[in-house]
């Protein structure tokens, strides 16, 4: 089932987001229990017509809370400024609504449980005002004197309504306790998104600021290796020139020598670019935990990766690095898992992630036509066809597609020479790191796994 199946909206957001959700349409509940908890039973305590007056009034504080506390939860992610006026509506209504409320079942008609409907309702109304109101304040002792002075205020107005003073005390007691638990939740809430969005953040940074550094690397690497071969073919072009000018036949000779240069540059341009597509793959599979990791993604590898030919390690290492690229700049991946196996003189391997929203409940048996939007692109060194045109070269084929929920998967099968016989390698934490870049380009494997992390 795809995005706009049943549950696609939600498989479709990344990890802030839902956790942004969940705070959100907790909050949006709040409404539901003030009214449940509080409003609902003033009809088994009053007579009418103040029961309604007293669910009408609830009602009104909660939906008042809820458009507030929505509001300024935009405000706390920097969306949109302070709703003061709101929380001043909010602020007075509570208030004010507290306080009728109390009269209203104090003074007004005898019923069955005056007493229990002053304490509850007006209990309630405060707590829940009190807990949206926090949201508009950063500092935890800013909170702790709000509550206080909630329940003292409570206290008061309780006693000078003609509540005792024991019920007075209880009923500001009750304040600390509802107002406090509502209090901390709202804030704690608050508090969880921003270091979820703070952390998701990092993880990008740091994935970012890797790719980066082996962009970096690459430069230099290509700078050393054309460096010294330009600057020889830019003084053997000058004497050529002045050579030819005077009508000299050593200038024939000096531009043989700048064609071998330009034919030497050529093959060591060759060897660099090679040298950096081709790794070992014990050296890839090691540079994807490390970059995975330092992306804050949980990497596992296992199986065998010596005792494979060149050609086929080649091959699956194109496969790692490619894999590990899109890993990092696709989906919202936590896990990946690589492993490798050998069995009926084939050799398997499968990058499988839970980053791929929306995926449905695919069984990833998709043959090699089968294409993802992040990882396919068009020409041999790119995407699927470019895992595809290696892999055929040594009669591989890919597989690539969903694999559950959540869940991509992404198979390599390589047939194996008869002579060989795969032996389990070290583990591959103390191995360099190579990756790719992004756009399916790979990155140069000279430098540890540590490095690797900013």
């Not at 600057?231 to 531009?255: D, F, H, I, T």
């Not at 090691?286 to 995975?292: D, K, N, S, T």
């Not at 380009?441 to 900013?454: A, L, M």
Request: glycine letters at 12%; charged letters at 20%.
């Amino acid at each position: 089932m795809g995005m706009s199946g049943r549950g696609g909206w939600w498989r479709g957001k990344s990890t802030p987001a839902k956790v942004e959700t969940y705070t959100r349409w907790s909050f949006h509940t709040f409404p539901f229990v003030e009214v449940a908890a509080f409003a609902l039973p003033a009809f088994g305590y009053v007579p009418a017509p103040v029961n309604w007056i007293l669910f009408l009034l609830v009602s009104a504080h909660a939906a008042l809370g809820a458009v507030t506390a929505s509001l300024t939860l935009d405000w706390t992610r920097g969306r949109r400024p302070l709703p003061v006026r709101l929380l001043w509506a909010l602020g007075t209504a509570t208030v004010v609504i507290a306080v009728v409320n109390l009269v209203l079942a104090l003074h007004g008609p005898r019923g069955t449980d005056n007493g229990a409907a002053a304490g509850t309702v007006f209990v309630g109304v405060l707590s829940f005002g009190i807990s949206t109101l926090a949201l508009a304040v950063r500092e935890t002792r800013r909170m702790v004197y709000g509550v206080l002075g909630a329940a003292l205020g409570a206290g008061a107005v309780a006693v000078l309504a003609g509540v005792p003073a024991p019920g007075a005390a209880v009923t500001a007691g009750a304040v600390v306790l509802a107002a406090g638990f509502f209090t901390f939740a709202s804030a704690f809430s608050v508090w969880m998104l921003n270091a979820v969005y703070e952390l998701d953040e990092a993880r990008e940074t740091r994935a970012r600021l890797a790719v980066a550094e082996e962009r970096l690397r690459f430069g230099r690497d290509l700078h050393d290796v054309m460096g010294r071969n330009l600057a020889v073919v830019a003084l053997k072009s000058e004497l050529a020139v002045q050579l030819a000018r005077r009508g000299r036949p050593e200038a024939v000779e000096q531009m043989i020598e700048v064609q071998r240069i330009a034919r030497e540059t050529q093959r060591e341009v060759r060897e660099v670019v090679r040298g950096y597509r081709e790794a070992d793959l014990r050296t890839e599979l090691a540079g994807a935990q490390g970059v995975l990791t330092a992306a804050g993604i949980d990497c596992e590898v296992s199986g065998p990766v010596t005792g494979l030919p060149a050609e086929i390690q080649s091959a699956l290492g194109w496969v790692v690095r490619e894999a590990t690229t899109n890993v990092l700049r696709h989906g919202d991946a936590g896990r990946c898992a690589v492993s490798l196996r050998v069995a009926e003189g084939r050799v398997t391997l499968t990058v499988e992630n839970d980053g791929a929203p929306g995926s449905g409940t695919g069984t990833g048996s998709s043959t090699d036509t089968s294409t993802d939007p992040g990882i396919a692109g068009p020409g041999r060194g790119s995407g699927l066809a470019g895992l595809r045109e290696r892999l055929r070269e040594v009669d591989g084929v890919l597989r690539a597609g969903p694999a559950g929920t959540d869940l991509f998967r992404l198979t390599a099968e390589v047939p194996l020479p008869p002579d060989s016989v795969p032996e389990q390698a070290p583990a591959p934490e103390q191995a360099p790191a190579p990756a790719s870049e992004p756009g399916g380009s790979p990155r140069p494997v000279p430098h540890p796994v540590s490095e690797v992390t900013p």
